[in-house]
């Protein structure tokens, strides 16, 4: 299957500080990727559509000024966490769906960026 | 909206086999995944089922009713490996390629 990465898996930061996680389809094109979020012991919550040259869409709740998303290539999507706090801790994983692929829907996930802020 | 509901949690003996059942409501219907996830690890892809039927893949199966709006994931030959939290996943209307998720089951094999 498609292969997505994320940089960094790990993260400890202090409260007010800023956080980039970036997201990395290998060996395709992904036109739209997706963040999610995913506290202990819960599903996981869509954060918002990114998308290739254009802004992002975000879900509801979600405050696009906090978290700044930016889709530069068709390759590469990056999470931006703006002045962390420690409700921010969180497990963020990024998806993204092949856009060769025509109609096949599958997302492949990265393997996701532990957050946690002092 | 979309509400996607499947059991909690799940136990089951190594060898045997194992439904896990999700129904699901939603706007626009572009297909329903499994995804399987251990603790502290992002989900994996197990299926994807947008027609009616059932998918064979190895020892895991889905099925799929879209009038009942429902689905099942089959595990055989349970390991110990399998072990993890099942995601079942909706893909909305068109032009909304985003998954809704249900809250997962966590499967629990035992010897």
């Known amino acids: 299957g498609a292969v997505v990465s994320q940089h960094p898996s790990r993260v400890i930061c202090k409260s007010g500080t800023s956080v980039k996680i970036e997201c990395r389809s290998l060996d395709f094109q992904a036109t739209t990727m997706f963040w999610y979020r995913q506290f202990p012991k819960q599903s996981l919550m869509l954060m918002a559509t990114?998308?290739?040259?254009?802004?992002?869409?975000?879900e509801q709740g979600v405050e696009k000024d906090k978290f700044l998303i930016n889709h530069a290539s068709l390759t590469l999507s990056t999470l931006t966490v703006t002045s962390a706090h420690p409700e921010d801790s969180s497990f963020y994983i990024c998806?993204?769906?092949?856009?060769?692929?025509?109609?096949?829907?599958?997302?492949?996930f990265g393997p996701g960026t532990r957050l946690l802020v002092l | 909206g979309q509400n996607i509901d499947q059991p909690t949690e799940m136990t089951a003996t190594e060898g045997a086999i194992v439904q896990i059942n999700c129904t699901y409501q939603?706007?626009?219907?572009?297909?329903l995944f499994w995804y399987q996830q251990h603790a502290g690890e992002a989900p994996t892809f197990l299926s994807y089922?947008?027609?009616?039927g059932l998918e064979e893949k190895g020892r895991f199966s889905s099925f799929l009713s879209r009038s009942k709006g429902y689905s099942y994931l089959l595990l055989k030959e349970l390991q110990m490996k399998d072990s993890a939290s099942y995601l079942c996943a909706v893909s909305g209307r068109t032009g909304r390629r985003a998954l809704t998720f249900g809250s997962g089951t966590r499967l629990q094999v035992q010897p």
């Open positions: 998806s993204a769906r092949d856009s060769g692929s025509g109609g096949q829907e599958t997302q492949y």
């Open positions: 939603t706007s626009g219907f572009n297909g």
């Open positions: 990114s998308n290739e040259g254009s802004k992002a869409t975000y």
């Open positions: 089922n947008v027609l009616d």
